[in-house]
């Protein structure tokens, strides 16, 4: 399942930047290119297998943006887009008891909470796809494609001792998952890969440049730990939610009067 996962997202891929790549040939040529940076808020967590009880971890991402607007094909303008970002992602425990109520560890009277925090230089690559004005006025778009992520820290943030913790009880007191070998794991793939894709709107104004507002998702197709039959975890993959603003301003614009 895994592998045709894979093969299904890698075709759709190319078949996207194929298409741009052939409506450059037939559509009303551009050849604008745009730079700038953007800030945004984080949801991750972590796909375990064995399955970890998790709530949202959240963090900040921000960096640079490069889009080049190759075409406009009928109502479609192409672009490709490419960012460099830092993004602090990572994964939250939810430590309840099968009622849903908090798990109170014993030694310091207060509920467990467990947070790991990650650190990734992120770099996706966009094939993107807009429809309304360019020049002036709102646009909305999509674009999709692989993101690669490179590995730069973590940290550990929890409030009871690792020999304190409490158990799954066979009276159905206590944590509702045994799953816990994880928290004391250290990364040991550096490398992240996966698809990233989203929606927004484009506010752009011929002197102030050009305001984005996105959605986007990300599902990460490597694991950050080991997943063969000698490793604990089959799966320990990222899905992030990512909300961000972006600002662009135009280094170069194609000479049309047409273009609004």
Known sequence: MRRSTIKLIVILITYHFSLITSLAQVGEHRSELAVGFSGGYLLSNIGFVPTVPQGMHTGLTGGFTVRYTSEKYFNSICALVAELNIAQTGWKESILTPDDEPVINAATGLPEQYQRDMTYLQVPFLARLGWGRERKGMQFFFQVGPQIGTFLSEKTKMNFDWDQR??????????????????????EHKIDYGIAGGIG????????????????????????????????????????????????????????????
């Not at 009276?171 to 928290?183: H, K, L």
């Not at 998702?217 to 490793?231: A, M, P, W």
């Open 201 to 260: 709107l484009e506010y752009s104004h011929p002197r102030l440049g050009h305001f984005l507002l996105e959605g986007r998702y990300y599902y990460g197709l490597g694991d950050i730990y080991g997943n063969s039959k000698r490793d604990y975890f089959g799966r320990s993959n990222f899905s992030n939610i990512v909300v961000k603003l972006t600002y662009l301003f135009d280094i170069a614009r194609t000479r049309n009067s047409n273009i609004k």
């Open 166 to 187: 409490t158990p799954v009880y066979s009276d159905g007191t206590g944590r509702t998952s045994g799953i816990v070998a994880q928290d004391t794991m250290a990364v």
